[in-house]
């Protein structure tokens, strides 16, 4: 398998444990960092839909709180044909901890789309404007 198939392939293992209860819509995430480890999310969700966390988000979170500070890509799946992005709130987590990382959005069969996230979020807030 290539690089972006392992990564993928441990975002379609994440979504097995997406925690969806409510919208039944399960996504995983898996991030690579700079020295090549892969670390997964899965969405969670809460009684309280507001308090809902993206796959995205998790896995990030997971990778900063085990002391990953350097990204290069994120993998995205959940089962659609239409490339399920990330949101945007996802889109600035990304953006604070990954800056410019690329974005491959897959579903169980085939990649849908890559992207920058220069692209996704365009014109970003971020620490350079306070
Ligand atoms: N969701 C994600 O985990 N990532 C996305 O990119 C889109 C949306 C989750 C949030 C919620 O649990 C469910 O999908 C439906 O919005």
């Known amino acids: 398998m290539s690089g972006s198939e392992v990564l993928i392939e441990a975002a379609r293992q994440a979504r097995e444990r997406a925690v969806a209860p409510y919208s039944r819509f399960r996504v995983g ?3 690579e960092t700079a020295d090549g ?6 969405n969670v969700e809460n009684a309280s839909y507001g308090l809902t966390v993206c796959a995205e988000r998790v896995a990030m979170f997971k990778a900063l709180s085990e002391g990953h500070r350097h990204f290069v890509r994120i993998a995205v799946v959940a089962d659609t044909q239409e490339p399920t992005s990330p949101c945007g709130a996802c889109r600035q987590v990304l953006w604070e901890f990954g800056r410019d990382l690329e974005v491959i959005l897959a579903n169980l069969e085939t990649i849908t789309g890559r992207h920058q996230m220069r692209e996704l979020l365009p014109h970003p807030f971020d620490g350079r404007l306070l």
């Open 29 to 31: 995430a898996a991030i």
């Open 37 to 42: 480890h892969i670390v997964t999310g899965c």
